[in-house]
């Protein structure tokens, strides 16, 4: 590269593989919070739970501090303990493997679909044994699994189904939120997600009595909330029923996360058309396989994915380079939690489609307000690349 186009990039500012999509409405309902003098989970958090659970689909909504939180307390409520297995995807965040960790139980990776990055029947079948007591399927990137098939399996073999939505909010299954029908169901409101509270979770069920219980373990097992103690008349002597979890969220994220909700729909109907221009753009371009919708549903793009074929002319990782030389964020694919120090006391079996997803694929950037020209010059890139 010559000095001068090289002191043209630096001149320019660096496109962010993903900005959250904050603003005075946000900072707004933040302060309302905090002027009322009720900071902790209240009666805002109430709200969000609500509304969160209508915009999936679900019948209750339970916020936590963090969508990991929120798996955690899905395993509980499933029932799986010391000595159980529970399949997961090593192709996931590593907290989708460690959650069986906490509860004792032993996670068991299965293999995915190049295309959508999900578990499949035939890749969870295959890693079943007589001690699995359930599953945690993703919807990868925001991709959605192919849920009836998976869901049925569960049901005939009497596995619990943990669906980790944690990128999936607004993500469509068969005309519906993958959401509506599931078990339980986690949800992260992290920034990288396309709604967030800073930190923060849910979990959605249809079950009164899981929800309740959920409720209980968060705030540390108590028979009644805090937010009910202060607002009683009389006096109020709680009762602890088991142990419990500080997982609560605050009335001010829940604040946030009510406005952020208002902005879902908006936000991937923006994020689904870079999607379809970063697609027509590398239809032509050999060696490059952008992620897109599956026949059955609708994802959100929380995350843009490009896999590199075979015979590509450069590495990924020497892609990354290249990118970041021009002033773009990207991302290595999503991380093989097996090929981790963390799991590598854990036998895993061959797994070569989430290896070569893992490995070869990265992730570009979408969010909020990209311009035409910040996509050129992402495209610009891979394009030289290939040698297009």
């Known amino acids: 590269m010559s000095t001068s186009t090289t002191t043209e990039t630096e001149a320019l500012p660096r496109i962010p593989v993903m900005v959250p999509w904050l603003g005075e409405a946000e900072a707004e309902a933040a302060a309302e919070a905090v002027r009322s003098g009720w900071v902790a989970q209240g009666p805002r958090v109430a709200e969000f739970e609500r509304a969160f659970a209508a915009e999936v689909g679900a019948a209750y909504g339970v916020a936590v501090s963090s969508g990991t939180t929120a798996l955690h307390l ?41 295309a959508t990055g999900n578990l499949t029947p035939d890749t969870i079948e295959a890693a079943l044994t007589p001690k699995t007591r359930a599953v945690i399927l993703v919807h990868q990137g925001g991709v959605p ?10 049901r005939r073999r009497g596995l619990g189904l943990l669906e980790d939505s944690a990128c999936a909010a607004g993500t469509r299954y068969r005309g519906r ?16 997600k396309l709604l967030t509270t800073g930190e923060g979770g849910m979990v959605t069920t249809d079950d009164a009595e899981w929800a309740a219980r959920m409720r209980r373990l968060r705030e540390h097992g108590m ?3 805090a937010a009910d103690r202060h607002a009683s008349a009389k006096p109020v002597l709680e009762a602890y029923l088991e142990t419990g979890f500080n997982y609560r ?20 109907a923006e994020r689904r058309e870079l999607a379809a221009r970063y697609q027509d753009e590398l239809a032509g371009v050999s060696g490059l396989t952008p992620v897109s919708d599956p026949e059955y549903g609708q994802t959100n793009y929380q995350s843009f994915w490009v896999r590199l074929e075979a015979g590509f002319p450069v590495s990924r990782d020497e892609l990354l380079d290249r990118l970041s030389a ?3 964020s990207a991302r290595r694919g999503i991380m093989a939690a097996h090929m981790e120090p963390a799991y590598a006391d854990v036998r895993a079996p061959a797994l070569p ?10 992730i570009l950037p979408v969010f909020h307000g990209m311009t035409g020209a910040q996509q050129d010059r992402v495209l610009a890139v891979l394009k030289a690349a290939a040698g297009a």
């Open 326 to 328: 021009a002033g773009v």
């Open 74 to 114: 899905g395993l509980v409520v499933l029932g799986v303990g010391p000595g159980d297995e529970v399949v997961v995807p090593s192709l996931s965040f590593i907290a989708t493997a460690n959650v069986a960790r906490y509860v004792g139980a032993t996670p068991v990776f299965a293999d995915i679909d190049p």
């Open 223 to 225: 028979n009644v909330s």
């Open 353 to 362: 489609a989430t290896e070569a997803l893992s490995l070869n694929s990265l």
């Open 145 to 154: 699994a192919d849920l009836e098939p998976i869901r049925a399996l569960c």
């Open 177 to 192: 939120s993958v959401g509506v029908g599931a078990q339980v169901a986690a949800w992260s409101f992290h920034p990288r």
């Open 249 to 268: 969220m605050t009335d001010i994220q829940a604040a946030v996360g009510l406005v952020q909700l208002g902005k879902l729909a908006a936000t991937i």
